[in-house]
């Protein structure tokens, strides 16, 4: 009987390791072909990002002898830039920066404040210049204010937040692009905060090589891994520096949104410990940049949540550990809101994340548990307290995208009619970039996923030629919303503005 039963048992257990093989091979093949489309794609993408960046770089200085080298720099100039909407650099924001991130790399820095136009359209307004030729014209400031430093004999530090981050990197193209006739290693380095061109994170290096002419939107892809020290910090959840890697996942795509609001606009007001706790990310290879990343205590997305008195905070305290575990997978790995592969390799987006069905599943019934606790921790606290309504208020994001307020003005007929016409004119105007938008949706998208079609066929991965695209679609979708509803809070909090002008 015994021997009947060791037989049938090692007859099952022979099977199943014959199924698990079957598995696992299944598994390595499905990963081979994902990391194979993967780089199909960055080749493919390569040759419209080179494009991209030449016309951005076209015109800039190119020296026909290198720099003079001296034997000890004059002075230790800093060049602080501001991000999209701050154009011209307050005082506070300079001291700021100048104490967080400049201070503690740079001895006894000359801080100098450089203008740039940092305008967005239409985030930043239906009337402001496009992406592409803000980016361009703040690059040739740039570049003019370090060839005059590095000509005076000092040593150069760039600090780029944002969209002055996005300068920076292409400044560093450009750069690479003067071969033996570059300012040396020794005479300039880098460092930036929420760039859009992470190379794994960065929204213009998620997708990279697309140009959405409607709005003058380039993807210029990808912060080059350029002989220059760089250092990069990153807010964990900002959506334009931090963008999921698989866009299929749309809750993750919604955070990122959310945290565009909530987490981009905050890097000036962190505390030298969050920055000293900073997590440094892995990199491949030998490499000047060095990529760091500061996590966020809360889902952004979570955020109007914990903003209703009373019930908000316990409701979300119990729902954030599994809403982290499914955001987070839209990065990859369910423990980290970033991708955890190489900080300094261009990283397209992808299909879905390479994790183990039962590595979810043990997060989740993880995050149960922890989310029942947080509820009880929190849900006495929220009781014992007396309720307290808080002033309706736009995301932080919001006010740095406004004109500045009108001065206020008495309720005259007069003034009426003027702020009415203004609102109505401003509310239509709305219109425009929604347009753009659309024209953009069934014409250049179309276009995109049809290369990514015809690409993946051709080099013979028939799952991607359907995957990438609908993949792309999401993320592009996702983008797409995200500016919309920035431009209508924006608008929104202009016409808002323009009523409270009225003193009654």
Known sequence: MSTALATLFGAYGQQFQAISA?????????????AAAANAFVNAEAT??????????????????????????????????????????????VNAITTLFIDPVVSNPVVKALVTPEELYPITGVKSLPFQTSVQLGLQILDGAIWEQINA??????????QSAVIASLEMQHLIS????????????????????????????????????????????ATPDNPYPTTTYTLEY?????????????????????????????YADLTPAQIASATQLPTQGTTSNTYYIIETEHLPLLAPLRAIPVIGPPLAALVEPNLEVIVN?????????YSTSPANVPTPFGLFPDVPASVVADA???????GVNDFMVELPAALNTLP????????????????????????????IADTFASVVSTGYSILLPTADLGLAFVTILPAYDLTLFVNQLAAGNLRAAIELPLAATIGLAALGGMIEFIAIVVTLADITQQLQSFSI
């Open 22 to 34: 079957q598995v696992a091979a299944f598994h390595n093949e499905f990963t081979q072909r994902l």
């Open 48 to 93: 419209n990002t080179s494009a991209l960046v030449q016309e951005a770089t076209a015109g800039l200085f190119k020296p026909t002898s290198p720099p003079v080298l001296p034997p000890m720099f004059n002075q230790n100039t800093a060049i602080i830039m501001g991000g999209t909407g701050s154009p011209i650099p307050t005082p506070s924001y």
């Open 153 to 162: 004999g000092n040593h150069v530090t760039v600090f780029g937040y944002s």
């Open 178 to 221: 003067l071969g033996p006739n570059a300012p040396s290693p020794s005479q300039l380095n880098f460092i930036l905060i929420g760039n859009e061109m992470n190379p794994n994170g960065g929204i213009l290096a998620r997708i990279p090589g697309l140009n959405v002419t409607t709005l003058g939107l380039p993807f210029y892809g």
């Open 238 to 266: 900002d959506g334009f520096a931090d963008f999921p890697r698989y866009p299929l996942n749309v809750l993750s795509d919604i955070n990122a949104v959310f945290g565009i609001l909530t987490v981009h606009t905050t």
């Open 329 to 337: 997978l839209g990065y990859g790995d369910p423990r980290f809101g």
């Open 364 to 370: 989740l019934v993880a995050g149960t548990q922890q």
């Open 388 to 415: 307290q309504t808080p002033m309706p208020a736009f995301p932080p994001y919001v006010p740095t995208l406004l004109p500045p307020p009108p001065p206020p003005q008495p309720a005259t007929l007069i003034n």
